[in-house]
C-alpha cells in the first residue's frame, strides 16, 4: 500500500474513493459528501444550548439533527487520515507545520485563528455552493454534473490563488 516515500498510492486511494462513492449511491442512494454532516453536528449541538430556536431553522425543518452516515462519515475521516499518516510514515503531532512557520513564524495562536477563520469560510462555502470538495469534487464529478465541474474548477482556482497569495 504504501509507496518508497511512504504515502499511500494516489491511484490506489483514488480507486477506493471512487469504490466508497459507489457503495455509497448503492447503499444510502445519496451522494458522498460532509457538509451536512457539519450542519447536523451543529443542530445537534443547537439542540443542547436552544431545541427551540434549532427547530425553528429551516434547515431542520427536513433535516432532524442526528447522527447519520454523513456523520459517522466526518469522523471516519479524521480516524482514517491518522491511520494513513501513522502507516505511511507522515503522522506529525506538530501544531505549527514547517511551512507555515517559515512563513508567518511560530504564533501558536495565530495559526489557529487562521485556520478556525479557513474553516468557518469553507463551511459557509460548502452551504453557499449546494456541497463541498467531496460531494461536488467525487460525487458530483463522477455524475458528470456540469455545476460540480465548475464547483470543482473554482475549487482548484482558489486554491491556487490563496497559495499563491500566502507562499508565493
Known amino acids: 500500500m ?4 511512504g504515502a499511500w498510492n494516489p491511484y490506489l486511494v483514488g480507486a477506493l474513493i471512487g469504490v466508497l462513492s459507489m457503495a455509497t449511491f448503492y447503499f444510502s442512494n445519496k451522494p458522498l459528501g460532509v457538509s451536512t454532516a457539519f450542519a447536523r453536528m451543529a443542530g445537534m449541538l443547537g439542540y ?4 427551540k430556536h434549532t427547530d425553528s431553522l429551516a434547515f431542520y425543518q427536513d433535516k432532524v439533527p442526528k447522527i447519520e452516515w454523513e456523520v459517522m462519515l466526518a469522523f471516519g475521516i479524521v480516524v482514517g487520515a491518522f491511520f494513513a499518516a501513522l502507516s505511511g510514515g507522515e503522522f506529525d503531532a506538530s501544531v505549527i507545520p514547517p511551512l507555515w ?9 495565530l495559526r489557529l485563528s487562521v485556520a478556525f477563520i479557513g474553516g468557518v469560510i469553507m463551511a459557509f462555502g460548502a452551504r ?3 456541497g463541498c470538495t ?6 458530483g464529478a ?8 465548475i464547483a470543482l474548477a473554482c475549487f482548484f482556482a482558489g ?3 490563496v497559495a499563491q497569495v500566502m507562499y508565493g
Open 2 to 5: 504504501n509507496t518508497a516515500g
Open 134 to 139: 467531496s460531494g461536488h469534487g467525487i460525487s
Open 142 to 149: 463522477l455524475q458528470l454534473s456540469v455545476g460540480s465541474w
Open 128 to 130: 453557499l455552493a449546494g
Open 48 to 51: 443542547l444550548v436552544s431545541r
Open 101 to 109: 512557520e517559515a512563513q508567518f513564524g511560530n504564533s501558536i495562536p
Open 159 to 161: 486554491g491556487s490563488l
